[in-house]
């Protein structure tokens, strides 16, 4: 009889090698890359493949496509991040080559063409491509109402966390700050004081005439006490109480009074 004989180390070592190269090959290809997606939200669901290659492969050569109709989704995978970024441009509104339209943005994370996403245990939502590892986080992030709000503009009051945008110091004075600061300090008057959206307008103009005479800290200081003290002065007149005169005693600049005495002629 015929012995066959045992394969070498060698042939072993050898077979080990390419058998863990395949497998290497095969994850890499399987493996999303990040960097080379473009997340496509927002279309008709009745959009077939052939619209999506043909609209976005003008960009660049691209190496995987993956559509979700049910969520109107569609992740378009590129050979490089330049094609990527050709894409970008075009967007975030982009016409397809069907004539509908759609929405356009970088996918986040590792979702995209390759990846399945419920056996991945991602849900992505279609507004802002955040990926959540269940479907229930999912439904709590899409139901927010502020989830999707857009961030506020820089001169825009954001409540006392904005106050730190602005120098407290003693002798730093409202006429010195720049547009931009000058433009937030009008948003919190209008906010703390919304009874009066005038008063923004007469502080601007207090400022062009005597520049040297509303400090920063002060016109913030004095505009807090005036809501306090009007609040409390509202809450005695709706009591029945009569009042008639209010004293300022305690105010060495002066400005808590005027705007006492702007409220309450």
């Not at 395949?22 to 279309?43: H, I, S």
């Not at 730093?172 to 009066?196: K, N, T």
């Not at 005439?209 to 913030?220: C, D, N, S």
């Amino acid at each position: 009889s015929q012995h066959l004989s045992s394969p070498s180390p060698l042939m072993e070592s050898t077979v080990q090698v390419m058998a863990t190269a395949e497998d290497e090959a095969l994850a890499e290809e399987e493996e999303p890359r990040k960097g080379v997606t473009l997340l496509v939200r927002n279309f008709d669901r009745s959009l077939e493949e052939d619209t999506f290659r043909s609209s976005f492969g003008v960009f660049g050569e691209i190496a995987a496509l993956k559509v979700v109709p049910k969520r109107r989704l569609a992740f378009v995978e590129f050979e490089s991040a330049g094609a990527l970024n050709l894409a970008l441009e075009a967007g975030p509104d982009f016409e397809l080559s069907s004539g509908g339209s759609c929405v356009i943005s970088a996918a986040s994370g590792t979702a995209g063409a390759r990846s399945d996403l419920r056996q991945a245990g991602r849900h992505v939502c279609s507004v802002c491509s955040r990926e959540f590892t269940s479907r229930a986080k999912l439904r709590a992030h899409t139901s927010d109402p502020e989830a999707h709000q857009k961030p506020p503009a820089p001169t825009e009051w954001r409540g006392m966390d904005s106050l730190n945008e602005f120098d407290l110091r003693p002798g730093a004075m409202v006429a010195d700050l720049d547009p931009e600061l000058r433009e937030l300090l009008r948003s919190y008057l209008r906010q703390a004081l919304p009874g009066s959206p005038e008063l923004a307008d007469i502080v601007d103009d207090i400022v062009k005439h005597h520049p040297v005479a509303l400090r920063v800290k002060e016109l913030f200081e004095s505009v807090e006490s005036a809501k306090v003290l009007g609040q409390h002065a509202h809450e005695l007149k709706t009591q029945g109480h009569h009042l008639d005169k209010i004293l300022d005693l305690a105010c060495g600049h002066g400005f808590v009074g005027l705007l006492l005495a702007y409220r309450f002629p």
